[in-house]
């Protein structure tokens, strides 16, 4: 028998973190990552022969490949993450949620923990909440059903738009891109699929919350978004995770393919627990005249690895990458960026900012690359970073690979620590230090928090507020 | 001599221990030369996977056939007496304090202002300083720089030879400068020159290195120590000039003690690979660094250096400005990381790369690194262009009447000068605008 | 020709002349038809709302390559310039006093203003007469002489560019120049010394085309004739007292014709003078 996924119904006997005794997992979960346990799991979603020969295709890239040691990644192998201490497949429940009735009530507290108001939840275009390891809630608004735009989990679009599906799937991150697309492409489950049709203008950001609840339990979403000619939307992503005292590992991989003239905005604020490995491979494909835009915050997990990448393919086509991180105590923010010019007359932005506290440790990684006969190419990239306190660490690795005359590329980086005469300056007008300093803090990461919907401003600057506590004076 | 067809000697073990017997070298000096020897043999080539790497064509960095060293050289009377091919170079007239001459493997000659000497100055080959100045050479040698740092390191440690000794005593100040020319004729040949610059307390000095050699195959792998101690002010130029075939591998390392201050210029025109490595450890609180370099490219040449602003103790300042203008297939490469350790509160520290492509073919990769772990920085930033000359520039000078091409050439001069007016050295400055005008085909 | 008799140096011989000019900048047209008349010996100046084109007209006349000419001419003492290259442009003798100066660094004052006036000469100029004509210069735009030994527009302030850019003028002695914006970003003491140079600089040889949001440094410097550019057109053409009556009226009372009650094109051709 050994790591074969049964499906199984009985009681797991897991505790939760946040006190949800009554929560049933539908399979027995197994630890470890075998031929058999990918092939279970290909098995019990009764996946196509295709996608279960991709599976096992990456499984083997995943065996083969070293752990990253190289530029790029925050030195993972220094830490004791043990891939065989790892659950790679957890069912929550065995249907999905069709509407809010049908959301099981522990899923809803967990929601109410998260401080999701109501109010907001209606608001949300089309609310998908990934718990554990599949999608449990989905409901989008009949006007975007009538615009035709899909959006569904991963796992449904497989079954119901197999065409459209296999059709862009792995094209843009190929299973043997890099260990940790091999590792989730091997074992992928949930995520967000969404089409947008021709011209189709999305009005509001399409949102998932997303969770990691059972204890050393990975979670592999996989999310494939294709904006036809023409189209745009705006996709938020948010996750938080309670606290565990052993490790989580979250590898994600998303793919983007934004057309001629299409607009896609993905935003992303992490919050993972402390203990969380957040590896994630995200990329887009921008056409003609396209305009692709990651905006990255990560404040949580004990250690990301994470670049968004931009693959600028035909003249016009123009990125922008605004990565917002925050290291306290323990964690390492190995974030960034790359912006690869590989048509001419493209251009691309990118715009970071970091604050690290304790023993935190943030690091720009970034790429700017401009293949040969790529004129008339602009890219800036600016970072600027902001130490809290003596125990901090700040690191800003550009990379730039420059093949052509005709452009224009400028890097620009400063480091800092809180203004001495920002804070006099605040205090003067009756301001505590603590008060002041996330006053400043605030304001350092403004001009990315400002390109965020409203509720998740709100919420990132909530976040942030709780980060900053007590660590001044 | 030179004349004469000898089998070269190959590249081993035996030819270390020959070298060493033939300046009848101490016996703890041939002991470094073979543990390094060892270290040399023990090290991997680089990887062309690797980041550092992955943009110099490593292929082509070969040792095979290569002679460890070239037959004995003589001395001569002046720079007159060098062969035609290396005199061209050189002025015979100069105002110096002194200078060191090296030709191929041996040092050929040597001189230093009389009063210089009377205040115990001390400028020789380092060959005979460590036979005449013994402890002095023990003691700094290697200190810097070890063999052990990668592989053409360590076959610098194992064949050095010839060698420059700067040893400027307590609270002596040399107005003039200092010269160490390093020159290569002999073909398919590796020479390693080493230049090793001791400025004890409150003491000033300013040195000039320059690397020539005609167009011939060949390697100059050389290492270059300062040591600059207590409130001394150390002035450093390194002139390259080689041909074009020639590869040129050169670690620098500089440590600097409390209230220290060094400036040093990197000027990169000729060989066909450099890989030049500036370390700056700023181990002394208030100590100080600015580091320019200029570099142009044309043809297939290929530039890669590394530098790095290492700041240790507090309150230390560094200040990088490097330039690059390439053209035709020319690449250049600039690793360039500023490191403030825990501790090194109130530092500061900057770092700015401006790269003038010419040509279609030419191609730059700067990579400005910061590593920050002091908290209370005073300032760290850095800024990194790439880019051909700008239009908008052209057309306000063509609208006053300045052709397109003339304007041109005055903003690449102009891209130069900001690094060149700051060669305190006319001489030097007269020098590399000529290799500059070549190059621009004026 | 109606010149309002507002012109003692005019010797009504046409220097400098732009017909029936379009203009676009990526892809869109900005200019849509300007015609204007400069004689010799006259000062004329061009105002305008932001966005009306101003800085689009002067960049057109002296041959910026980002500024496509789609029709019409540039004649110069009765030559089309709009074939020939900037700097050919610059050595006939047509002069453009930059809004934006752009720093150069590395490249001297002093050596920049040799190679330029080399240029529009012909010729090399001998020392001693380069330093005396700079020096005289200098002192008409009460400039430090420090400024010689500066990087080209380095680290100027807003005045410094300025007066930077008429000391450039004075020692290239153009016939026909175009100041855009000069008086942008200035204080009034400032201003001053750069209208008195302006003024110096006037006489029966010299064309002038100052373009202008506002009507202060017309305070300064008289001009013989008015014109008013708006959405890529001059509607309205006059004589000094048209500056006053912008400074009481604003630009709405032409640019909005409704309140004008004669339409743009009825005022375009520039005749309908009060």
Redesign the interface.
Known sequence: MGTKIEDVTKDSGYKFGWNDPDFKAVNEPVKGLSKDVVLGISELKDEPAWMRDFRLKAYNHWLERPMPT??WGGNIQNYDLDFDDIYYYVKPVAEQGKTWDDVPAEIKRTFDKLGIPEAERKFLSGVEAQYDSEVVYHNIREDLKKQGVIFMDTDSALREHPDLFREYFGTIIPPNDNKFASLNSAVWSGGSFIYVPKGVKVEMPLQAYFRINTENMGQFERTLIIADEGSDIHYVEGCTAPTYSSDSLHSAVVEIIVKKGAHVRYTTIQNWSDNVFNLVTKRMAVYGEAVGEWVDGNLGSKLTMKYPSTYLLEPGAHGEILSLAMAGPGQHQDAGGKCIHAAPYTTSVINSKSVSKGSGRTSYRGQLKVY?GAKGVKATVRCD?L???????????????????????????????LGEDQLFYLMSRGMDEAEAAKMIVNGFVEPIVKELPMEYAVELNRLIELQMEGSVG | MTGTVTALPSLNRDAVEALSARFGEPEWLLKRRLEAWRLFEEAPMPDP???EWR?TDVSNMSLDGLAPFAPPRKAIESVAGLPAELAVFLDENEDLAGRIVQHDSDVVYETLDQDLAAKDVIVTSLQSAAREHEEIVRDSLFTAVTPAEWKYLGLHGALWSGGCLVYVPKGVEVELPIEYVAGLTAERTGIFPHLLIVAEANSSVTVIQEEISPEITGLVAGAVEVIAREGSNVRFIDVQRLGKQVQNFTTMRVLLSKDASFQGILLGLGGELTKTRLDVRMDGEGSETELLGLVFGDGDQHFAYDTRQDHVAPRTESDLLFKSVLDDSASFIWNGVVEVR?GA?ESAANQTNR?L?????????????????????A??????????VDDELIFYLQSRGIPADEAQEMLVDGFFAEVLERVPSERVQDRVRAVLDTKLGR | MNNNGGSMASNNETLFRVEHLHVSVENTEILKGVDLVVNRGEVHALMGPNGSGKSTLANSIMGHPRYKVTQGKVLFNGNDVLPLTPDKRAQLGLFLAFQYPVGIPGVVMGNFMRAALKARRGEDVPVREFRKLLDETLDLLKMDPSFVRRYVNEGFSGGEKKRAEVLQMAMLKPEMAVLDETDSGLDIDALKIVAEGINALRGPDLGVLVITHYQRILDYITPDKVHVLFDGRIVKSGGPELVHELEERGYDWITNPEASGAGPEAVAAGKENA
């Open positions: 190289g530029f040969p970073a130490l809290l306190d003596e125990e901090s660490r700040s690191d800003t690795y550009p990379l730039m690979d420059i093949d052509e005359q005709h452009v224009t590329i400028g890097h620009e980086a400063s480091v800092s620590k | 996977l690797s980041e943009r825990r509160t790269n492509l010419l040509s279609d073919k030419a191609s730059a990769s700067p990579t400005p690194i910061l590593e920050i772990s002091a908290y209370d920085v300032r760290c930033s850095h800024g990194a262009t790439v880019g051909p």
